[in-house]
């Protein structure tokens, strides 16, 4: 069995090697059939433009498992994505120059091979009014993304960055917050044989509702979608961005309680979106013109903030924080401190300690939350204890529309989450016929279901109850296949025991043919 044979194809392009029309074949055995006889004619590739290696495949149909291409005998292919979500550059392509039509654009889509495949970016140009809208699928750096920013603002009056899953840097993000004031991201979804794109603007605050292509449209500031609110700015290079909040948009709170209530659901935002503010971004983000407050009365703000962070192991919010240059600021080494959690002796134990509570952060406060990594203790000397993880596991809470929920709530989420990852890995062992895998499955969903309720455990024990009856069909096929090698091996060993016989009585027989010698000869 060759490399490409032995994994899941699920896409593939029509036509040629070099097509651009991408499909996903239909895992259903009764939906394939139905393809088929829409389609006779089709040929499906392996394609160059999925990273493919050029050759043909076959749509292979099965009534006990998926559906699935597979390369031809003797064929070698390295293509490292298979899955559904590996033609996604090829459907946001054409759906972009269906979308382009439809509004009558004079517009191009085309594949950006940025050093890992062609499908690391999709450009999308309106050539009369040289507006580009860039698609990005691969992560880049924060410099390297600020290097394409450039090139590209250079040649076009607008330029707008759509991220796909993963793919937006944090300080790209705080870039983009801060020229535009949202972030535009993008995902795929399936519908029948193809993927759908879908877009939506973020800001540290809110997030407008996921849209199809047909509800944006081409303005003379860029593309817009529904919900984006405010005057949109054209992207600049990192350099060239103003740092200051314009004071008509900035406010003092009227009491203190409200300034710390603010600052602290900024952080809390930063934390939710994975990000990590400067103190400029995170004024504006919290709407107020805290711009010419000095490094004591910064203090003094993030101490009340976190005053209580230290006494029940919630993360520092404080420590999110960071400079302009993506460091960590000195002022923080006197907000651990007065909040109990101990003086940093240098800079450098300072930023790993920081480092620690910015992760703690994004696992408390993240979506999903999981379950956070213990604190680093720093000892009397300023540095991190040899052994910094407490004995018992740290209190977790996590936030929800602005209130705290206890720990049993937290197990909640964590035994919900547990629960969907069976059921997905459920699903891939019976694909990969794994029936020792299936089996361990099944016993560790057994233990899950208890945990949940009644309508929360239904779709993982419905699962639970398929995978069960899928390892016995398969053990008992197994078993059936065993008695047929047994039979044709019994009676295998009874033809080569009547040959061995048969060839005994002829070398008895010799050359006589069963006559007796003549007296005195031998043979």
Request: with cysteine.
């Amino acid at each position: 069995m060759t490399y490409a044979d032995s994994r899941l194809v699920q896409t593939a392009v029509i036509g040629s090697r070099g097509s651009d029309r991408a499909i996903i074949l239909p895992t259903d055995a009764d939906e394939l059939a139905r393809w088929r006889r829409r389609h006779p004619t089709y040929s499906y590739w392996c394609g160059t433009l999925l990273g493919g290696c050029g050759n043909e495949l076959s749509d292979r149909l099965y009534r006990d498992k998926v559906c699935h291409f597979a390369h031809h005998a003797h064929t070698s292919c390295h293509r490292t994505a298979t899955g559904a979500s590996s033609a996604d550059h090829l459907f946001v392509k054409g759906d972009l120059t269906a979308w382009a039509g439809r509004r009558r654009l004079k517009a191009r889509a085309s594949l950006r091979n940025l050093g890992t495949g062609p499908g690391d970016a999709v450009d999308f140009r309106v050539r009369e009014a040289r507006q580009h809208v860039r698609f990005q699928f691969r992560k880049l750096a924060h410099a390297e993304w600020a290097d394409a920013a450039g090139r590209l603002i250079r040649d076009s009056v607008t330029v707008d960055w759509v991220f796909g899953p993963g793919a937006a840097h944090p300080a790209t993000m705080e870039e983009l917050y801060d020229v535009h004031g949202y972030l535009l991201r993008f995902r795929c979804e399936t519908q029948g044989a193809a993927r759908r794109v879908r877009l939506r603007a973020e800001d540290p605050r809110r997030s407008t509702d996921w849209v199809p292509l047909d509800a944006c449209v081409m303005t003379p500031e860029g593309l817009r979608l529904p919900g984006m609110r405010g005057p949109r700015r054209h992207t600049r290079p990192a350099v060239s961005v103003p740092k200051v909040p314009a004071p008509s948009a900035a406010r003092m709170p009227q009491s203190r309680e409200e300034l710390v209530a603010a600052v602290r659901q900024a952080l809390v935002s930063a934390a939710r979106l994975r990000t990590r503010p400067t103190w400029e971004s995170l004024s504006r983000a919290a709407g107020l013109d805290l711009s010419a407050i000095c490094d004591a009365e910064r203090v003094r703000l993030l101490v009340e903030v976190d005053e209580t962070a230290g006494r029940e192991g919630r993360p520092l919010l404080s420590a999110l924080l960071r400079t302009d240059e993506g460091g960590t600021p000195v002022y923080l080494e006197q907000v651990s401190r007065a909040v109990g959690c101990g003086s940093p002796a240098t800079a450098a134990v300072l930023k790993h300690w920081c480092q620690r509570e910015v992760d703690r952060a994004f696992a408390v406060h993240g979506t999903p939350p999981r379950t956070p990594p213990p604190r680093l203790e720093i000892d009397r000397d300023g540095h991190i204890a040899a052994d910094s993880a407490p004995p018992q596991q740290p209190r977790v809470i996590v936030h929800s529309r602005g209130e705290l929920l206890q720990d049993d709530r937290y197990r909640q989420a964590r035994d919900l989450n547990r629960a969907e990852k069976l059921r997905r890995d459920l699903a891939t062992a019976r694909n990969d016929r794994a029936l020792r895998l299936v089996a361990a499955l099944i016993r560790e969903g057994e233990e899950v279901i208890p945990l949940l309720s009644r309508a929360q455990s239904a779709q993982l024990r419905a699962e639970v109850v398929d995978a069960r009856n899928w390892l016995r069909s398969h053990l008992a096929k197994g078993a059936r296949k065993g008695k047929k090698k047994n039979a044709k091996s019994e009676q295998s060993a009874r033809a080569a025991t009547a040959r061995s016989a048969k060839s005994k009585r002829k070398r008895q027989q010799g050359r006589m043919n069963g006559d007796r010698p003549l007296p005195g000869h031998r043979w």
